[in-house]
């Protein structure tokens, strides 16, 4: 079946660093992904999307491309905050939904 | 817009319990999932439901089982409950016709089992 594999954290980081959450997939065909973040006792939220091979997803400064060759979709953001501390999931879904593990992430002011 | 709503959004049973969980899906969406999130672990896929019935299910046990109302509400029932159950029950809703796109997740239930 389709697997996840995240960045493992947890990622701490100083406010307006550049941050990198790595992410990689398996799966059979050309399945839609997703990050979505979930803060403290909270449900998770979409943070961006993309459905096709080189679609560029992006969100609030947040920005990840679908790179079929590669099987990566990775988080980046040029300028974190500290409202960016969460943990961070990657997922893949062709109607259901497989995560990675998570990726805690810490910004100190 | 109503966006996922869960009950209740707390939980304490003891072992061999059962309980029901509750979920109603956004606004306009037909399907609902449901994912179990371990302490510091992503969610697992639990199962989906569409057209009141189970459509695609994870790696749950058959103590794992579920409902799809005509209003598209949804409830999952856990029987006999284990320790290791203790988790955040998650509910997410779509649309049928939009299978790969994004899923809406609620708050979540807290279940702690004792």
């Known amino acids: 079946g389709d697997s996840v594999t995240q960045m493992e954290g947890p990622v701490t980081l100083s406010e307006e660093a550049f941050l990198t959450i790595n992410c990689t997939y398996t799966?059979?065909?050309?399945?839609?992904l997703f990050w979505y973040v979930q803060y403290p006792g909270e449900g998770l939220q979409l943070l961006l999307k993309a459905t096709k091979a080189d679609d560029k997803g992006s969100n609030k400064g947040f920005e990840a491309t679908y790179r079929k060759e590669t099987t990566s979709f990775h988080l980046e953001k040029g300028s974190v905050q500290v409202s960016d501390s969460a943990v961070y999931f990657c997922g893949t879904s062709y109607g259901k939904l497989t995560f990675g593990q998570g990726t805690i992430l810490t910004v100190h002011p | 817009d109503a966006g996922v709503t869960q009950s209740p959004t707390h939980l304490i049973k003891t072992r061999g319990q059962q309980v029901t969980l509750r979920c109603s899906p956004k606004s306009g969406h037909d399907t609902v999932s449901w994912y179990q999130q371990a302490l510091g672990q992503g969610p697992q896929f639990i199962f989906q439901y569409y057209e009141e019935e189970e459509r695609q299910r994870g790696n749950f046990p058959d103590r794992f089982s579920g409902h799809q109302f005509p209003n598209y509400s949804s409830e999952l029932n856990v029987n006999a409950l284990l320790l290791g159950d203790s988790a955040l029950y998650l509910c997410?809703?779509?649309?049928?016709?939009?299978?790969?796109?994004?899923?809406?997740f609620g708050p979540g239930t807290r279940l702690l089992v004792l």
């Open positions: 997410a809703s779509s649309l049928e016709a939009e299978r790969r796109e994004t899923q809406y």
């Open positions: 799966a059979t065909g050309y399945p839609s």
